[in-house]
């Protein structure tokens, strides 16, 4: 993500956004030098769905690790920044991707486009 031409006024809209929806939000970085902002406990925004997948994951007997692997493979990740500005518009992004796919996602469930190609092939 190119941020060089990012206007003050642009980050900081992106950031009053973010802290909105995020009281206590804050820039991080990761052990490699990488920035990405965190929820006020430390929790990474962008990849938010990783740590909700570990929480919910039943975990019944050993051999459930694979399952486990399997899960988290699905979720996609947001690699964290080189610059703080790229962080915070990444984040910004992030966010707004995350809604238009919660929003639309029973538009497209198992279901409905088994049920539409069924209806095609007929």
Avoid: C
Avoid at 4 to 29: C, D, L, Q
Avoid at 56 to 64: H, K, R, S, T, V
């Amino acid at each position: 993500m190119q941020v060089n031409n990012i206007s003050k006024e642009r980050f900081e809209k992106a950031k009053k956004k973010i802290i909105k929806k995020y009281p206590g939000a804050r820039t991080m970085v990761d052990p490699n030098g990488q920035y990405y902002v965190a929820t006020a406990n430390g929790r990474d925004i962008n990849n938010l769905q990783i740590g909700q997948t570990m929480e919910a994951y039943n975990f019944e007997y050993e051999e459930d690790l694979y399952g486990f692997n399997a899960a988290l493979n699905k979720v996609a990740t947001i690699p964290h920044s080189d610059t703080i500005t790229e962080a915070w518009l990444k984040t910004e992004v992030a966010i707004k991707s995350y809604h238009v796919v919660d929003r639309n996602s029973n538009k497209f469930s198992d279901d409905k486009v088994m049920k539409k190609m069924a209806k095609d092939f007929e």
